[in-house]
Nanobody
Framework: QLQLVESGGGLVQPGGSLRLSCAPV????????IGWFRQAPGKEREGVSC????????YYTDSVKGRFTVSRDNDKNVVYLQMNNLKPEDTAVYFC????????????????????WGQGTQVTVSS
């Protein structure tokens, strides 16, 4: 399994913003689709956003559309999740995952077995 590291989580007030980063350790994510997932206590893991290797295909779950933006810089070897207008219900541990398949919509919903996962970063939205 290839190693991924998430960063950028933290505590933010409702309406605030955070930018999460997902970076590989010792390999290039250039040819991998990347998914962002979150899991809140007592809830199932949820696919938040997924992006194909080229960035040409993107999926967002309905609850984050218009607030979150996924992007990638393959030259810098990093994928971002810009989160704006954060709400308390966005509180969760956020994970990124990588896989060589590119059907990002199907991969982002359900239980697709992504090949590699990061350890997660905590996002807490609270006043």
């Amino acid at each position: 399994q290839l190693q991924l590291v998430e960063s950028g989580g933290g505590l933010v007030q409702p309406g605030g913003s955070l930018r999460l980063s997902c970076a590989p350790v010792g390999w290039s994510l250039r040819y991998y689709a990347i998914g962002w997932f979150r899991q809140a206590p007592g809830k199932e893991r949820e696919g938040v956003s997924c992006i194909s290797s080229s960035g040409g295909s993107i999926y967002y779950t309905d609850s984050v559309k218009g607030r979150f933006t996924v992007s990638r810089d393959n030259d810098k070897n990093v994928v971002y999740l810009q989160m704006n207008n954060l709400k308390p219900e966005d509180t969760a541990v956020y994970f990124c995952a990588a896989d060589t398949l590119e059907t990002v919509h199907r991969m982002c919903i359900g239980t697709f077995p992504w090949g590699s996962w990061g350890q997660g970063t905590q996002v807490t939205v609270s006043s």
